[in-house]
Antibody
Framework: EVQLVESGGGLVQPGGSLRLSCAAS????????MDWVRQAPGKGLEWVGR??????????EYAASVKGRFTISRDDSKNSLYLQMNSLKTEDTAVYYC?????????????WGQGTLVTVSS | DIQLTQSPSFLSASVGDRVTITCRAS??????LAWYQQKPGKAPRLLIY???PLHSGVPSRFSGSGSGTEFTLTISGLQPEDFATYYC?????????FGGGTKVEIK
């Protein structure tokens, strides 16, 4: 069974930093692209970014709203995905989800974690 | 960026109804469109990918169609567990983007 479990959320002051983790199990983590998606309270879904697999050189893509402040990384030996968030703003307050991605013709985010809440407030 | 416009944003329907949600892209995205269902306090769940194939375990009352710029999600025979918010997502180009969502509520 595919499982994704996020952790690391919490309350942080504006300008602060936080690192989210996503522990994966039930599939060959190293084969897959991985994504982060967030959802501000009462709002819709916003894609944050993606990290590709080793075969695609672990390259990354980001939404303009987080580029230069957020960094996605992964450790295939630990089946783990990370989101380093720096220079946090109040508008980064959201539930953050990790999701398994895929490329090719059947592109999709087919499995999602339960999410972790990040609150940016003074 | 590719904009996705969902309509309607809110829909009131009864159990057993046939419901159609539309997603329009600001430019052609081939068939690189997915649909997700989200219930309050829960993570999104993939329903449909590549515009029409059903994800594993998704009931056959859900169907998707379209290509290019116009796509539809149809629920044939709405069930109580289908009352939720539905999002489309384009996976043709970066940044990946989502539609604004369609909330389906009980009439």
């Amino acid at each position: 069974e595919v499982q994704l479990v996020e952790s690391g959320g919490g309350l942080v002051q504006p300008g602060g930093s936080l690192r989210l983790s996503c522990a994966a199990s039930g599939f060959t983590f190293s084969d897959h692209y991985m994504d982060w998606v967030r959802q501000a309270p009462g709002k819709g879904l916003e894609w944050v970014g993606r990290i590709r697999n080793k075969a695609n050189s672990y390259t990354t893509e980001y939404a303009a709203s987080v580029k230069g402040r957020f960094t996605i990384s992964r450790d295939d030996s630990k089946n783990s995905l990370y989101l380093q968030m720096n220079s946090l703003k109040t508008e980064d307050t959201a539930v953050y989800y990790c999701a398994r991605g895929s490329s090719g013709r059947n592109r999709k985010l087919d499995y999602w974690g339960q999410g972790t809440l990040v609150t940016v407030s003074s | 960026d590719i904009q996705l416009t969902q309509s309607p944003s809110f829909l009131s329907a009864s159990v057993g109804d046939r419901v159609t949600i539309t997603c329009r892209a600001s430019q052609g995205i081939s068939s690189y469109l997915a649909w997700y269902q989200q219930k309050p306090g829960k993570a999104p769940r993939l329903l449909i990918y590549a515009a029409s194939p059903l994800h594993s375990g998704v009931p056959s009352r859900f169907s998707g169609s379209g290509s290019g710029t116009e796509f539809t999600l149809t629920i044939s025979g709405l069930q109580p567990e289908d009352f939720a918010t539905y999002y489309c997502q384009q996976l043709d180009g970066y940044p990946l983007t989502f539609g604004g969502g369609t909330k389906v509520e009980i009439k």
